[in-house]
């Protein structure tokens, strides 16, 4: 996905917010090991076995309150940082652009 095409995916989901029913999606997908499977390096309150390769997924909306950056992190973490060990999720196609926005919405309640 191009940039343009990233930045309208965020625009166009972020212009309506998610309710507080919508983030049990964002929820399955983090948690599930076929998806998003953060549990595997992150901490996520409300987790089980999670791992600490990665830093702890807590205070997201303050850590970043741009929807854009956060999204383009987890689309390709590797556009940011080369050595990084997360795997670029929206680059290879293992969580989509819908995915990721659901994602974020959880995220956004840790």
Known sequence: MNAPAVLAAVVLYSAASAGAAEV????ALSFATDKGNCLACHVIAGG???GNIGPPLADIAARFPDREVLF????????YNPA????????????????INLIIDFLYTR
């Not at 383009?72 to 556009?79: C, F, K, V, Y």
């Open 48 to 50: 089980q076995q999670m």
């Open 24 to 27: 049990a999606p964002g929820r």
């Open 72 to 79: 383009r992190r987890i689309w390709d973490e590797t556009a």
């Open 84 to 99: 990084t060990l997360m795997p670029p999720f929206g680059r290879h196609g293992i969580l989509t652009a819908t995915d």
